[in-house]
């Protein structure tokens, strides 16, 4: 099984939809978890870190599932320049290690 | 500050050839990391290090030697480069469980 798990999609969903994407952690001892976005041929980039009380910044909503090991990412009112690959990346017990999942490819159209 | 800087941004080299791709960053980050990305694979840690004169192997370290002598610089070494490590390579550093900062990748071809 892999460490971190993401539905790879693609997602394909039209201006203003709501659309969210899950991922699966394996390691019970993970103590961080953080979505990223990722543009084409572009480095990776924090999108917003996740929290056990789950956490919101304007149109996207992040929550964390100890119990079941699992993070969710909720966007709101899909913009076209939403579209990039979501990456899903937890710590380990310590916090020198970061694994992430494979990404899923969100394609907003107009 | 310049964040994380990678040299070089393209490189092809021959199979057999070693290489080193650099890697530093200005904001006195105690870890560093090497991933690759290929593509369906998502980013896969190489090496990290959680300080200076420390590094430990991620999730595929064969291939690939690194040192940490300073807090800024973490070169990336292809002992005898192979096809199978054709790539985009990105070096990243933070600060214990805050934001990680990537540089901007290098683009490597193996022939």
């Known amino acids: 099984r892999k460490e971190v798990e993401q539905d790879p999609g693609p997602f394909n969903v039209p201006e203003g939809a709501t659309v969210a994407f899950n991922c699966t952690y394996s390691?019970?001892?993970?103590?961080?978890f953080f979505w990223y976005r990722q543009d084409c041929r572009k480095e990776p980039k924090l999108l917003m870190s996740?929290?056990?009380s789950g956490n919101e910044d304007g149109r996207f909503t992040a929550q964390l599932n100890r119990a079941s090991q699992y993070i969710s990412l909720l966007i709101r009112d899909s913009k076209l320049s939403d579209s990039a690959t979501y990456l899903c990346?937890?710590?380990?017990?310590?916090?020198?290690?970061?694994?992430f999942g494979q990404g899923t490819i969100l394609t907003v159209h107009p | 500050n310049a964040g994380v800087t990678q040299t070089p941004k393209f490189q092809v080299l021959k199979t057999g050839q070693s290489m080193t791709l650099q890697c530093a960053q200005d904001?006195?980050?105690?870890?560093m990391s090497w991933y690759r990305q290929d593509p369906g694979m998502g980013l896969r840690l190489i090496h990290y290090?959680?300080?200076?004169?420390?590094?430990d192997q991620g999730e595929v370290p064969n291939g690939y030697n690194v040192s940490r002598s300073t807090t800024e610089d973490f070169p990336l070494r292809l002992l005898s480069a192979a096809p199978s490590q054709t790539s985009v390579y990105f070096c990243?550093?933070?600060?214990?469980?805050?934001?990680?900062?990537f540089g901007p990748g290098t683009r490597l071809t193996v022939l």
């Open positions: 990346v937890v710590t380990g017990a310590s916090y020198g290690k970061l694994t």
């Open positions: 996740v929290y056990s």
């Open positions: 904001m006195n980050h105690e870890y």
């Open positions: 390691n019970s001892a993970s103590q961080s």
């Open positions: 990243a550093s933070r600060e214990g469980a805050d934001t990680q900062y």
């Open positions: 290090s959680v300080g200076a004169g420390i590094t």
